[in-house]
């Protein structure tokens, strides 16, 4: 199976993508992960990328995408995969749809996570006590924020219009949650047998 993970910034995509691997086998692809271990690496792409994750934005199209394309050619791919943080504005998407054409590896459906604002930037603030990840700050989240209804949300909306997309609840406990989103890929797999 492969499955796009949506959602704003902290409303859980990251968590459950984990326990989805798990569950399902699938490889979990996090461009959001990717990018931070190329800054912690210090390679090219990483300070390149830095400032810009710092600031809450979004780094450019051709560099995520070609770290993807290379990830995409690894072996664990070739069981399925959730992708995680991307594709995050509408040229990210058209981008997807033809490497993973390329590749034949058609996608199967996005799953949304929808949580309140509000949740989003208490569950970050507590994350950045604990982890200092630096977009975290509260008012880095808001920018975040602010991207992703500009540029992200109407990823969503191209997905729904192909009849690819599920929303699913992101607030509750994460087995809570969890159960949610096997819920709603048990009923769209129904749906397509
Ligand atoms: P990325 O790492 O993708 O971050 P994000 O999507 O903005 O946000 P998070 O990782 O914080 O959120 P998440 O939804 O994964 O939630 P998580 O499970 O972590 O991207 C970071 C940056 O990289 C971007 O800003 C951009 O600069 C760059 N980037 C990445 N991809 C890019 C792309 N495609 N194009 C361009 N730039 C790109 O959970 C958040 C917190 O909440 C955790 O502490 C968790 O423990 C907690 N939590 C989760 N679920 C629950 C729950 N049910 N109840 C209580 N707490 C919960």
Known sequence: MRIVLLGAPG???GTQAVKLKIELGLAHISTGDLLR??????TPLGLKAKAVMDAGQLVSNDLVLSMLE????????????????????LAQCEALEELLDRIRQP???????NVPNE??????????KAEGRADDKPQTVRER???YTEQ??????????????VV????????????????????????VA
């Open 119 to 128: 949740v989003i930037v208490a569950r970050c603030e507590i994350r950045y």
């Open 107 to 113: 996608l199967d459906i996005a799953v949304k996570l």
């Open 152 to 165: 992200t949300a109407p990823v969503a909306d191209h997905f729904a219009e192909l009849g690819h997309l």
């Open 11 to 13: 409303s859980g995509k």
């Open 70 to 89: 290379e990830r995409l050619m690894q072996r664990d791919v070739a069981n399925g995969f959730i992708l995680d943080g991307y594709p995050r504005n």
């Open 168 to 191: 699913v609840d992101g607030v509750g406990e994460l087995d809570e949650v969890f159960k949610r989103i096997l819920g709603a890929l048990r009923s769209s797999r129904a749906a």
């Open 145 to 147: 924020l602010r991207v």
């Open 37 to 42: 271990a190329a800054v912690k690496a210090g």
